[in-house]
């Protein structure tokens, strides 16, 4: 007699019936996950009940693929079911696997998810047409085989098999156009998804193969996985070239990795790690194709290629897995964003993996600096995009170059090389460092204090969103508040500011709005004029801001700056005296325009410029 699913068990069913889903090759992890289980209750029953008579032999899973019936069997010989619990068990959506789509199966959305989580023994209907299950339980001297064809119900009969276990038996559907069902039956394909899926299942998955060896057919009992993780391992039993090897293969990539970073966690959430930082960035890194995460398992089962929740995003780089029996098989992406130990287990990585990068600092420099060559834009974004609230883990991570040697230094060792009287950590942008080096404004500062030089568009943001590094804060020397005089040399400028009041003013009409005022200054040493800017953003962050969506109206505030005891403030002064306002006005202009150039920054008026220019050429 045909007995009809439960309700909310016939809408799990049809889903997966009518899955649209394309991963339907998790069904083999979730039946493989399901016989697992089934061994592990058996050892634990001959473990405990000394009066079960079990015959002992090895505990196995085994794969039988049949091209000709197109069935794919799976067989354990576990605990097996009763007929009551096959009833229980196959009738009704499990307890723990599918209470995720009790809440939300209305919710055609969540379709999506599956194949994320275990979503148990349903999904078999994915990918089958009739679900044959025949249990033998250890607690019965009886078999019963358990037959389905879908949501229309199913039926229990009396089955034949002599062993304790469970046979399941998939009779696949046929293919379409886009689903070739048949793969299933394929050895590669069945072991590839052993590997990918279930390698670390700690029983034996075997499977009889067939090769040809000297145009013989050799047929071979193979065991499909591998059984032991390696990150179960401890770190002394493992060579390097084994975890070397082991993060090529796994996380498909052709060197090594920089560093090795294994943990063993007990405690109110225990959790076993190994992490890899790779050796150079994936070329899709900087892209929006790149996705970040860590491979999670639960006692070696895969429940997530890319847990994402586990990296935050300044770590983003970092590849491996997180083994953690605390977390249940059957968890949702939904709630694993909030899962309290998932996110403990992320804090703890973080930290590991922070403590790594510094140990890597300290010890080996050279390789450090290739790491930051490549991943160190992350680690910046990392404080900039939090507005500065990952600075404390980031911070001391940071490489800028120096004007010292143009070498890479770090903020602590800035500050360490401070000079007495130094309150600042001073710093200049540009698009190299060659550039930077020839910036009018560096040389008067460089003779003083060391500089960091910012090549990278977002440097002087991240700066400014930390505000200051350990209590020292960062000064742009393009900022008009640099100040490197003495009072005497402060009130002598000051002076000499307001005598040529008038003559700035009527420089400034020349310019109109491009500039906030003109003015004398000591900045420079050798050059005549520079650009500075006042208030939070500086001319080179106008540079990056323009290139940004809605960027495009943010301007520095500026203010042009000439040397003062460059002859050219003679000159100006002269002109200006002599009321020759019209070459007074072509100075400034021609000025101005040398400051832009030298800043990096385009002209509106080349040709007018280039005019002026031949005209005094030619006086
Ligand atoms: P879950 O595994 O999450 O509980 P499933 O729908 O996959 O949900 O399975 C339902 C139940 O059926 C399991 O909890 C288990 O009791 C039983 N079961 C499934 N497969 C087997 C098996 N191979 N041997 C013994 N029991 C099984």
């Known amino acids: 007699m045909k007995k009809q699913f439960r309700a909310e068990s016939k809408k799990l069913l049809d889903m997966m019936i009518h899955s649209i889903y394309t991963n339907k090759e998790i069904f083999l992890r979730e039946l493989i996950s399901n016989a697992s289980d089934a061994l592990d209750k058996l050892s634990y029953e001959s473990l405990t009940n000394k009066e079960m008579k079990i015959k002992k032999k090895e505990l196995e899973i085994r794969l039988i693929p049949d091209k000709e019936a197109r069935t794919l069997t799976i067989i354990d010989n576990g605990i097996g079911m009763t007929k009551e619990e096959l009833e229980e068990n196959l009738g009704t959506i499990a307890k723990s696997g599918s209470e995720l789509f009790k809440e939300n199966m209305s919710d055609d959305k969540n379709m999506s998810i599956i194949g994320q989580f275990g979503v148990g023994f349903y999904s078999a209907f994915m990918v089958s047409d009739k679900v044959e299950v025949t249990s033998h339980s250890v607690y019965d001297d009886k078999a019963y085989t358990w037959t389905s064809t879908g949501a229309d119900g199913y039926t229990i009969k009396e089955g034949s098999q002599d062993e304790n276990g469970t046979t399941i038996t998939l009779y696949l559907k046929e293919n379409t156009e886009e689903e070739k069902y048949d793969e299933f039956l394929e050895d590669f394909k069945l072991e590839g998804l052993i590997k990918k899926y279930s390698d670390y299942i700690h029983y034996p998955i075997r499977m009889m193969t067939v090769y040809t060896e000297d145009e013989k057919e050799v047929e071979e009992d193979r065991t499909l996985n591998s059984m032991v993780p390696i990150w179960h391992k401890k770190k002394k039993e493992v060579k390097e070239e084994e975890y070397n090897d082991f993060y090529i293969d796994k996380f498909y990539d052709y060197e090594k990795p920089l560093r090795i970073i294994q943990s063993d966690v007990e405690g109110l959430t225990s959790y076993k790690a190994l992490l890899f930082i790779p050796s150079h960035a994936p070329f899709d890194y900087y892209s929006k194709n790149f996705e970040k995460g860590l491979q999670l398992y639960s006692r070696g089962v895969l429940i997530m290629d890319k847990c994402s929740d586990l990296l935050p995003d300044h770590f983003s780089f970092v590849k491996g897995i997180v083994d953690s029996e605390d977390i249940s098989l059957n968890i949702s992406r939904e709630t694993l964003q909030d899962n309290h130990k998932l996110g403990i287990i992320a804090k703890s990585l973080e930290t590991k993996i922070r403590k790594e990068l510094e140990v890597m600092l300290d010890e080996d420099r050279d390789e450090y600096e290739k790491f930051y060559n490549d991943f160190g834009m992350q680690l910046k ?12 883990t ?11 040697d143009k070498k890479y230094i770090t903020l602590k060792e800035y500050r360490e090389r401070m000079v007495d009287g130094q309150d600042k950590i001073y710093y200049a942008c540009g698009e190299s460092l060659d550039k930077i080096d020839l910036l009018p404004q560096v040389e008067r500062v460089k003779e003083k204090y060391e500089i960091l030089y910012l090549t990278n568009s977002m440097d002087e943001f991240v700066l400014k969103s930390m505000n200051d590094y350990n209590s020292t804060s960062f000064l742009n020397i393009s900022d008009e508040s640099l100040d490197l005089d003495s009072e005497e040399e402060k009130e002598s400028l000051k002076k000499a500011n307001d005598e040529a009041k008038d003559m700035f003013s009527s420089m400034k009409e020349a310019l109109g709005s491009d500039v906030e005022r003109v003015q004398f200054t000591h900045k420079l040493k050798n050059h005549p004029v520079c650009l500075t800017s006042k208030g939070e953003v500086s001319v080179e962050m106008e540079k990056t801001l323009k ?5 495009e109206g943010i301007k520095a505030q500026t203010i042009m700056e000439i040397n003062e005891s460059h002859p050219i403030a003679e ?12 070459e007074l006005a072509q100075y400034t202009k021609i000025l101005y325009a040398q400051a832009r150039l030298i800043e990096g920054l385009s002209l509106d008026n080349p040709t007018e410029i280039s ?7 030619a006086k």
């Open 611 to 617: 005019n002026l220019v031949c005209e005094i050429l």
């Open 381 to 392: 974004y990392g404080i900039y995009s939090s507005y500065g609230m990952n600075k404390e």
């Open 547 to 551: 290139e940004m969506p809605n960027g």
């Open 394 to 404: 980031l911070q001391d991570l940071l490489l800028f170059y120096s004007s010292h």
């Open 571 to 582: 000159k100006l002064k002269a002109l200006y005296q002599e009321e020759n306002k019209e």
